[in-house]
């Protein structure tokens, strides 16, 4: 199951009693001010879930998939997500549970 931004709305009006129009306000205020400081070069850190971070990845050879063409893939940051040891646990025992 995927899990959208209206996913989080909906329980956030379901479970805590925000109207609908607050609840997107919250949510979409939340990932503007992850990626307001991910843009700005800094870590967000969300105790108990895990940190984003930025990573400098290096120019590498590559392959166009469709030519077969040998192509240099630029440098770039990229966002990494690592998770935290109590997700990481939560994870853990879930998949114990279901097998």
């Given at each position: ?12 009006n ?36 895990g ?49």
């Open positions: 199951m995927t899990l959208t931004k209206s996913d989080i709305v909906e329980d956030l379901n479970e805590i009693g925000l109207n609908k129009r607050e609840a997107k306000e919250l949510v979409d205020s939340l990932f503007n001010n992850i990626k307001n400081k991910l843009e700005k070069g800094h870590e967000v850190k969300l105790s108990g879930f940190n984003f971070q930025l990573k400098n990845k290096s120019p590498r050879p590559g392959r166009n998939p469709r030519t077969g063409e040998d192509v240099e893939i630029t440098a770039r940051k990229v966002v990494t997500f690592k998770s935290g040891q109590k997700l990481k646990e939560a994870v853990k025992t879930l998949s114990s549970d279901s097998e």
